[in-house]
């Protein structure tokens, strides 16, 4: 409820030649409709409905207006370098493996809310069952120069980032290509590919 006052000064009668006076006071009593006819009316009513919950496919409720872009793993897939790539850990596929580099096409990979919330932002499903989602909409190749000491890992039972024994002198005769990987990037050097298998 608002209520708006108004100060009116009135001379009456004796008390004004002695030079005094009344204060009248009007409340003005508004009621909520009126209100929002004041503040805006349907503009708000259109605004209130912008910014109302959404609730998408794979079940994420999140307030429109508050709703942060979803988060990949590792290092993201936007670097700064336009070329290589700088320190970090990036998600991605092997293209093209050769003795002194290898083609990396770098990828988007989320996991649990994040993957629901970029599938969303994709308008795209997820599959029953999964906690994964890639958004690689757009190649983004990227050469990557190689060095002996590149450690070719894998994860265990338990998620954790083990070595194979392998290092990509011996292993990329044999490497597969199109495969999903992480590579770890050091300031100076690769040191590491590891192998991911999807579930």
């Not at 919950?53 to 670097?79: F, M």
């Amino acid at each position: 409820m608002l209520v708006a006052a108004a100060g009116v000064l009135s001379a009456c009668g004796a008390g004004a030649a002695e030079g005094q006076g009344q204060i009248e006071i009007t409340k003005t009593t508004l009621d909520a409709d009126s209100s929002a006819a004041v503040q805006g009316g349907a503009d708000d009513d259109a605004t209130a409905a912008d910014d109302a919950d959404e609730v998408g496919a794979n079940g994420v409720t999140v307030p429109a207006y508050r709703q942060p872009p979803a988060l990949p793993e590792g290092s993201g897939c936007s670097p700064t370098e336009s070329e290589g790539l700088p320190t970090g850990r990036w998600f991605g596929y092997l293209i093209e493996v050769d003795a002194d580099s290898f083609t990396f096409d770098l990828a988007c990979r989320f996991v649990s809310t994040q993957a629901a919330i970029a599938a969303e932002e994709d308008g795209e499903f997820i599959a029953a069952g999964s906690t994964v989602y890639i958004r690689n909409e757009v190649a983004d190749r990227r050469i990557v120069e190689t060095n002996p000491g590149i450690s070719i890992n894998e994860f265990d039972d338990d998620g954790e980032d083990v070595q194979t024994g392998a290092f990509y002198p011996q292993w990329f005769v044999t490497a597969p290509t199109g495969i999903p990987v992480w590579v770890t990037k050091d300031p100076t050097r690769v040191s590491k590919i590891t192998l991911v298998v999807e579930s």
